[in-house]
């Protein structure tokens, strides 16, 4: 399938009514949208196949699904640092924030430098996606250490304050995330939730409680990345 046969499909799948809903129901606002659902888009993705050289042209169409489509057709190894700046600029709500976030960025060689940079970042989704590609982190790369997770605790800290809605909310992903790793992350974001818990914040207080709540109640499913350490095999 080629360029213009998916702008076609995706004009075939559009549905303008559903652009009113996604903005009404979950907030999400995109310009230049044809009204198609996540979904759709995925097993049109599955269709095509892995393609970075399409994707990139999925992209510059400016169409806001096609934009979506590109997040899952670019190769990560193929990320280099000027497209992934290039692209986290044009972000306008949370939907494509996270569907390159967590799709894409958080499997590329610069998943963490991103995610340090971009956490401290003024853009309201430049930065929700810094905290976004930390919480992917923990499942897109099994098997770094906890030294990684635990240099990113202390900007967690540090940005808790911020009260907008989409960063505070990927803050607090963030955390929980990390804190599902392995017990003894578990331990260290709970540590961290306590800390801010104690910032004289209405949204540092959120980001604590609803943590807390998550990582030290009995149903709390902890993993076992990296299994080397944490499921060492016998014999």
């Known amino acids: 399938m080629d360029y213009t046969e998916i702008i076609n499909r995706l004009h075939q799948l559009s549905e303008p009514d559903k652009v009113a809903f996604k903005e009404k129901k979950y907030g999400i606002?995109?310009?230049?949208?044809?009204?198609?659902?996540?979904?759709d888009i995925k097993e049109l993705a599955k269709e095509i196949g892995k393609d970075s050289s399409l994707a990139i042209q999925l992209f510059d169409s400016g169409i806001y699904e096609a934009r979506i489509l590109c997040s899952k057709l670019f190769k990560p190894k193929e990320l280099t640092e000027a497209i992934m700046?290039?692209?986290?600029?044009?972000?306008?709500?949370?939907?494509i924030c996270d569907s390159f976030s967590m799709g894409l960025f958080a499997k590329s060689e610069y998943a963490v430098s991103k995610a340090i940079e971009w956490s401290a970042r003024s853009n309201e989704f430049e930065k929700r996606a810094g905290f976004a590609i930390m919480a992917a982190y923990?499942?897109?790369?099994?098997?770094?250490?906890?030294?990684?997770?635990?240099?990113?605790?202390?900007?967690?800290?540090r940005e808790s304050t911020d009260e907008r809605n989409f960063v505070k909310k990927a803050v607090n992903w963030a955390l929980r995330s990390i804190g599902k790793r392995n017990i003894d992350l578990n331990?260290?974001?709970?540590q961290t939730a306590?800390?801010?818990?104690?910032?004289?914040?209405?949204?540092a207080k959120w980001i604590a409680k609803d943590a807390i709540r998550e990582l030290?109640?009995?149903?709390?499913?902890?993993?076992?990345?990296?299994?080397?350490i944490y499921r060492p095999i016998h014999n």
Do not use: H
Request: glycine share 4%; net charge positive.
């Open 194 to 203: 306590y800390k801010i818990a104690e910032l004289d914040n209405k949204a």
């Open 85 to 95: 700046e290039k692209w986290v600029k044009t972000f306008e709500n949370w939907e």
């Open 138 to 157: 923990c499942m897109a790369n099994k098997k770094a250490d906890n030294g990684v997770y635990e240099s990113l605790l202390p900007i967690i800290i």
């Open 216 to 228: 030290s109640g009995d149903k709390v499913n902890i993993l076992d990345y990296p299994r080397s």
């Open 187 to 190: 331990k260290s974001a709970l």
């Open 29 to 39: 606002i995109a310009n230049n949208s044809l009204g198609i659902y996540q979904k």
